[in-house]
C-alpha cells in the first residue's frame, strides 16, 4: 500500500520521544520535485492538466510543482501547520531531482521567466526557492536544502547538503554558506556493506565500514576559516530495497558507529584496525539491544 499520513498527535509523540534522546526531528517538505503524491490530492499546482496518480516505480518523476501563486499559497499553508510542530532552527525544503522537461513546455512557466528576468529553468527553481525561504525564515525558521539548490543561485541565508559529491560543500564554504557533508560514496548506508551475495538486496554500491572510517568530511581545498563552515556530516539510509525494521538496523550498524567517531572528529584512517577491535566487541551490547 501507498498511503498514509501522521496526525498532528503523532507527530508531537515523535518529538517528545526524540527530546528525551537529545534528537532534533527536522522535517522535509520537498519542493519543486518529488511532488507527485502532492499532485495526485491536488492536481491544481501542477504546469499540467492531471490526473495524477502517487508515484509507484522507480527513478524521477517529472511533475513537479508549477511556480503560481496558489502553489505557494498551498505550500505556505502546508509550511504554518508544519513549523510549529517541530520547535527546532530548520525546515529541509529538498529541491533535489526536479527535472525541468514541464516548465520548459509550460508557456505559463515560460513567460514568467521572462516576466522576472530569469535567464531558465534553473533561475526559475531559484527564484522558487529563496520565495520560500523568504516566507520560512519570516516564521523565524532557516532552510535546508540538497547541493541542486546551488544550480540557480543560492537562497540567502540556506544550508546545504552536499549529495552529488563533494563540489558544492567546497562552493558553499567558499561562499560563506554552512555545508553538511553527505556524499554518496561514503555516505548513503542504503549501499552493500559487504559481499552481495551474502548480503540482504541493496541499491548497488559498496561502502565498507573501513572505507566510512576513513572519511573525512573537510575537503582539502578549503582552508581552515573556510572548513568553519562544514557543519558536519550525515548518513542516508534511503529504503527503497528495505522491507523492515531489522533490514534497517541491519544497514546502519555497524557503519553508524565509524561516521559518530567521524563527526566526532576522533577517527584516524591509520587507527582503524583499533576501531575495528572495538566495534566487534561492542557487538555484544547490539545483541543485547536486540539490534
Known amino acids: ?74 505550500l505556505e499553508d502546508v509550511m504554518d501547520e508544519v513549523i510549529p510542530l517541530f520547535p527546532y532552527e530548520y525546515v529541509h525544503i529538498g529541491g533535489d531531482e526536479a527535472p525541468k522537461k514541464v516548465w520548459k513546455e509550460s508557456k505559463f512557466v515560460q513567460d514568467l521567466i521572462k516576466e522576472k528576468g530569469l535567464k531558465d529553468e534553473l533561475e526559475m527553481q531559484s527564484y522558487f526557492i529563496t520565495r520560500m525561504e523568504k516566507y520560512i ?17 543560492l537562497a540567502p541565508n540556506a544550508t546545504v547538503m ?53 572519511y573525512n568530511p573537510i575537503p582539502k581545498e578549503l582552508n581552515a576559516e573556510q572548513a568553519k563552515y562544514i557543519w558536519g556530516t550525515q548518513a542516508n539510509l534511503w529504503t527503497e530495497y528495505v522491507l523492515d525494521f531489522p533490514h534497517v538496523q541491519h544497514m546502519i550498524f555497524p557503519r553508524m558507529m565509524a561516521l559518530s567517531e567521524v563527526a566526532w572528529g576522533t577517527s584516524t584512517p591509520s587507527e582503524y584496525k583499533n576501531f575495528e577491535n572495538r566495534v566487534l566487541d561492542h557487538f555484544k551490547v547490539l545483541e543485547q539491544k536486540g539490534i
Open 1 to 74: 500500500r501507498y498511503d498514509g499520513f501522521y496526525t498532528q498527535e503523532q507527530i508531537k509523540e515523535v518529538v517528545a520521544y526524540a527530546k528525551k534522546l537529545h534528537i532534533d526531528v527536522i522535517p522535509e517538505i520537498e519542493m519543486p520535485g518529488h511532488a507527485q503524491a502532492a499532485l495526485a490530492a491536488y492536481p491544481e499546482y501542477a504546469c499540467t492538466k492531471g490526473p495524477f496518480e502517487v508515484w509507484k516505480q522507480w527513478g524521477v518523476s517529472e511533475n513537479i510543482f508549477c511556480p503560481k501563486e496558489e502553489t505557494f499559497k498551498f
Open 137 to 153: 525564515n519570516s516564521k523565524g525558521k532557516q532552510i535546508i536544502g540538497w547541493d541542486e539548490i546551488l544550480e540557480g543561485g
Open 162 to 214: 552536499s549529495w552529488t559529491g563533494i563540489e558544492g560543500g567546497i562552493h558553499c564554504a567558499k561562499t560563506q554558506h554552512k555545508a553538511i557533508m553527505t556524499p554518496t560514496g561514503t555516505n548513503y548506508f542504503d549501499y552493500y556493506q559487504g559481499n552481495p551475495e551474502t548480503e540482504p538486496i541493496a541499491i548497488g554500491g559498496d561502502l565498507r565500514l573501513d572505507k566510512v572510517y576513513g
